[in-house]
């Protein structure tokens, strides 16, 4: 067993529901759901979002990168043996925050791509957060696995990242807004031919679930959690 530190808060949602699918994934891989106490080693460093956000709209990746680095820090010396941060945007400075600290960090943004590539997926549309879609950071990644990456453009964008913030990132989900959404992905997937849509942001599996679309749906989230489990396990 190797014990995970997950850098949490960022949303405190997203957090929740890494925790709760984090333990379900390992007591079923374990096969020992009715021992009591039997959970996953972890610890979870909460950081404050706010702060998390004012950083990146500011685009201050200095200061941000050196901010995750001193969680992970705080949590390698909690006893975690691998990290992994819950949230898409905060993996625009992944490359500086792994290079800055002593253990590995299970991405989301390059397990996303290799399950896209493990299922055959060419072309997909990526939804996330404003920072998320115009940092390109999904298109880069994605191309070294030889798959397009598209985004939205700036006026879709705009409307995604203001249903993530604030409701999304608070649990609340309006009908209103789940049909501009999805009407977003229609258009683009028609547009595009494009073979799935990457929930980029934790919270956008609140709004957008199986069966609203008809294309493959990559729950970022949940594939994040499958590698982690996976290293948690080995």
């Not at 067993?1 to 808060?9: D, F, N, R, S, T």
């Not at 990242?161 to 609340?172: Q, S, T, V």
């Amino acid at each position: 067993m190797k014990k995970l530190g997950l850098v949490g808060g960022l949303g405190p949602m997203s957090t929740l529901e890494y925790y709760k699918r984090i333990h379900d994934l390992y007591r079923g891989r374990v096969k020992m759901a009715s021992i009591c106490g039997d959970n996953p080693p972890m610890v979870i460093d909460s950081l404050d979002l706010s702060v998390a956000y004012d950083m990146v709209e500011r685009k201050d990746w200095k200061y941000l990168s050196d901010w995750l680095i001193a969680s992970i820090n705080r949590l390698h010396v909690a006893g975690a043996e691998f990290a992994a941060i819950a949230a898409n945007t905060a993996h625009i400075v992944f490359g500086e925050i792994q290079a800055g600290v002593p253990i590995p960090i299970i991405g989301i943004v390059d397990e996303t791509c290799k399950f896209a590539y493990a299922n055959n997926l060419a072309k997909v549309i990526v939804f996330g957060t404003g920072f998320t879609m115009e940092s390109g950071m999904y298109q880069k990644a994605c191309a070294k696995y030889d798959i397009q990456a598209i985004v939205p453009n700036k006026e879709d964008q705009d409307t995604i990242h203001h249903i993530i913030f604030p409701n999304l990132e608070a649990g609340i989900v309006l009908d209103e807004q789940k049909k501009s959404i999805l009407g977003i992905a229609n258009n683009m997937l028609a547009e595009h031919k494009a073979d799935a849509l990457v929930l980029g942001c934790t919270e956008l599996p609140l709004i957008i679930q199986k069966g609203d679309l008809n294309t493959v749906l990559i729950d970022t989230t949940q594939v994040h959690i499958d590698a982690i489990v996976q290293q948690i396990l080995s």
